[in-house]
């Protein structure tokens, strides 16, 4: 992977967190929920360093409810065009092939966990 911001290489070492090329990516979503992050070149966008910081985070906020794919930049544009992403960085559930939920940019901590939560709250 090229153009890693110091925070996405110390996300792609926590368990539960994988590069995924295009090779990778098929194989990856197969089964449960999972959070793609597209980030693009990280000069253009620096938000990229405050997302690969709140994803830890929304980790723990939702203990085991997905898995976190760190999308290859060297795939990334081929692969935005398949998952209809246009701005970066840009997190994507994913959920038995299906996009559920596409989060561009950063936003506020209250925001994710409240378009979050409905992925991973089983419905009574």
């Excluded at 911001?5 to 110390?10: E, N, Q, S, V």
């Excluded at 976190?68 to 559930?93: H, M, N, S, Y």
Aim: aromatic share 8%; proline share 7%; glycine share 8%.
């Amino acid at each position: 992977m090229s153009e890693l911001t110091p925070g996405l290489r110390r996300l792609l070492q926590m368990s539960g967190v994988d590069a995924l090329s295009e090779t990778t990516l098929d194989g990856f979503l197969e089964g449960g929920l999972v959070a793609l992050l597209f980030t693009g070149n990280a000069a253009r966008y620096p938000e990229i360093e405050d997302l690969a910081v709140v994803m830890p985070e929304l980790m723990k906020e939702f203990p085991g409810a997905f898995r976190v794919g760190v999308i290859d930049p060297d795939a990334e544009r081929k692969l935005a065009v398949r998952f209809k992403i246009t701005v970066r960085p840009t997190l994507v559930f994913v959920k038995q092939g299906e996009v559920v939920l596409s989060l561009p940019r950063m936003r506020d901590w209250a925001a994710y966990v409240r378009e979050i939560a409905p992925l991973v709250v089983p419905t009574a």
